[in-house]
T-cell receptor, first 115, second 107 residues
Framework: DAGVIQSPRHEVTEMGQEVTLRCKPISGHNSLFWYRQTMMRGLELLIYFNNNVPIDDSGMPEDRFSAKMPNASFSTLKIQPSEPRDSAVYFC?????????????FGSGTRLTVV | GEDVEQSLFLSVREGDSSVINCTYTDSSSTYLYWYKQEPGAGLQLLTYIFSNMDMKQDQRLTVLLNKKDKHLSLRIADTQTGDSAIYFCAEKGKLIFGQGTELSVKP
């Protein structure tokens, strides 16, 4: 299995531009999570989906952020418009089901730099 | 709300044991996890412990759970330079992470 695949690995964009981050979870995994990692705040859970349905988006910082999961094999995290403070590494993770002893498999992350 | 706390840094010599500590607040956590993050990489699940266990051993890794004090620890025996990384503890379904402990192993 190729694991959780995120794209792009690196993204540099100008303030005000739209940014779309992509994630392909492991086939058969029913739960998908988006995290953001910064030096100041550590790892923050942004949103998670069970069976393609958003369950908890309370971690999404503001309306500029949106996430979708149109099918079981694909999810996007969009920032519009982007701001310098959005610069971070964004991780996607998937799990066969939420919680339990399955653990979560993380992608390699997308490093976003907004200038 | 839910919160997980860790010390930020730990430095040990190669061959020594490392102990990374974590405290959590959610007493209903059924599973607690330890993840490892190497530079430029995602998080990798190292081990987990079910809340009705006090201890779990997995090769060089020993996890201790004190439910009364809501304290979790990870002991790495015979620490190697390859163990240098950031270690995160996490709890429960939404996987709330601690800040991470950066382990530095000196030869």
């Amino acid at each position: 299995d190729a694991g959780v695949i995120q794209s792009p690995r690196h993204e540099v964009t100008e303030m005000g531009q739209e940014v779309t981050l992509r994630c392909k979870p492991i086939s058969g995994h029913n739960s998908l999570f988006w995290y953001r990692q910064t030096m100041m705040r550590g790892l923050e859970l942004l949103i998670y989906f069970n069976n393609n349905v958003p369950i908890d988006d309370s971690g999404m910082p503001e309306d500029r952020f949106s996430a979708k999961m149109p099918n079981a094999s694909f999810s996007t995290l969009k920032i519009q418009p982007s701001e310098p403070r959005d610069s971070a590494v964004y991780f996607c993770a998937s799990s066969p089901r939420q919680g339990g002893n399955y653990g979560y498999t993380f992608g390699s992350g997308t490093r976003l730099t907004v200038v | 709300g839910e919160d997980v706390e860790q010390s930020l840094f730990l430095s040990v010599r190669e061959g020594d044991s490392s102990v990374i500590n974590c405290t959590y607040t959610d007493s209903s956590s059924t599973y607690l996890y330890w993840y490892k993050q190497e530079p430029g990489a995602g998080l990798q699940l190292l081990t987990y412990i079910f809340s009705n266990m006090d201890m779990k051993q997995d090769q060089r890794l020993t996890v201790l759970l004190n439910k009364k004090d809501k304290h979790l620890s990870l002991r790495i025996a015979d620490t190697q330079t390859g163990d240098s990384a950031i270690y995160f503890c996490a709890e429960k379904g939404k996987l709330i992470f601690g800040q991470g402990t950066e382990l530095s192993v000196k030869p």
